[in-house]
């Protein structure tokens, strides 16, 4: 009997120990995701200090699928948005955000901690039909199509090396890389649109490409009452810039904010501030020229975010 009771005992240890090592297996997939959707409304009646009524509505899907074993990272990123908005003076919703970015950048590690082999592709384009909105003496109204999916379509493709000292911050530059700028839209092609000749969809550039990312929680060790508050505040900058190899080709960037101020676990205060220059592409500057030009966008908005 009491041999049956040592065996009996070995035995549940074994098993025991077996599904540790089961549970504890490592996990080299990770993934998360996050779902926002902004609100607002504006009614005026009998409003001394004049106005507009307003409605507005956006959302905003982020996805992030990651592998990573010993010297090995490839991460993925899928960042959607989507926005309309409508005056009562307009009578009709008019897009106020629309983007589409699919980035996917693998890593190798090496010698000095930190420091990796990385190749990236960074994909950008837009959903919806783009509307440029003008008035005409005596005249409803008007609109023209200046963009659509794939009109523009961004494709940068680039291999150099990476510094990465935290999960939180990254510097990457590439001497050799590649960018193609696609203009599917015949009407648009032919005029030349985004930088490609005449009746062509295509415009391929050969450069240099590098690339930041920092992300911060700048209070996340405050103590008390309002350090509690400010632990939910969060900041992060991403930095994309291109040199094209061709003589006499400016600076291209793309550079992205974002501050985050969660009130709880499902709403939200966001404000994003986006910088764009692209040298290709013509725009009409404040003082009615058109060329290229420093873009710029503001987006404060306090809403629902469910992260997965």
């Not at 592709?121 to 199509?145: A, C, H, N, P």
């Not at 040298?279 to 306090?302: H, I, M």
């Amino acid at each position: 009997m009491k041999y049956l009771l040592v065996l009996g005992s070995l035995l549940v240890s074994a098993l025991t120990f077996a599904q540790t090592e089961e549970v504890e297996k490592p996990k080299y997939w990770t993934h998360k995701a996050s779902f926002g959707l902004n609100f607002s409304n504006i009614t005026l009646h009998n409003w001394a200090g004049g106005g507009d009524d307003a409605l507005a509505v956006a959302t905003n899907i982020n996805g992030q699928l990651q592998y990573k074993k010993d010297k090995v990272t490839w991460l993925n990123t899928l960042e959607l948005g989507y926005g309309q908005v409508r005056n009562e003076s307009v009578g009709e919703f008019r897009k106020s955000d629309d983007r589409l970015i699919l980035v996917s950048k693998y890593s190798r590690s090496f010698g000095t901690k930190g420091f990796a082999y990385s190749a990236i592709m960074d994909f950008r384009t837009q959903m919806d039909v783009g509307l440029k909105y003008f008035e005409r003496e005596g005249m409803d109204d008007s609109s023209s199509i200046i963009s659509r999916f794939l009109a523009p379509g961004y494709l940068t493709l680039a291999a150099g090396m990476e510094y990465k000292p935290t999960d939180n911050f990254y510097f990457m530059l590439s001497p050799v890389s590649g960018k193609l700028t696609f203009v599917m839209d015949d009407v648009l092609a032919a005029a030349g649109a985004f930088g490609v000749e005449p009746d062509k969809n295509l415009l391929a550039e050969l450069g240099a490409v590098s690339s930041l990312r920092w992300y911060v929680e700048p209070f996340a060790k405050s103590e008390g009452i309002a350090g509690k508050a400010l632990k939910n505040v969060s900041y992060e900058t991403k930095l994309n810039l291109f040199q094209a190899y061709k003589k006499g080709k400016a600076l291209d960037f793309i550079w992205d904010n974002t501050l985050l101020i969660k009130a709880n676990d499902y709403i939200s205060t966001t404000f994003t501030a986006q910088y764009i220059y692209d040298e290709d592409v013509a725009v009409t500057r404040d003082d009615l020229t058109v060329g290229p030009a420093v873009q710029s966008k503001y987006v404060l908005a306090v809403g629902f975010l469910m992260k997965f």
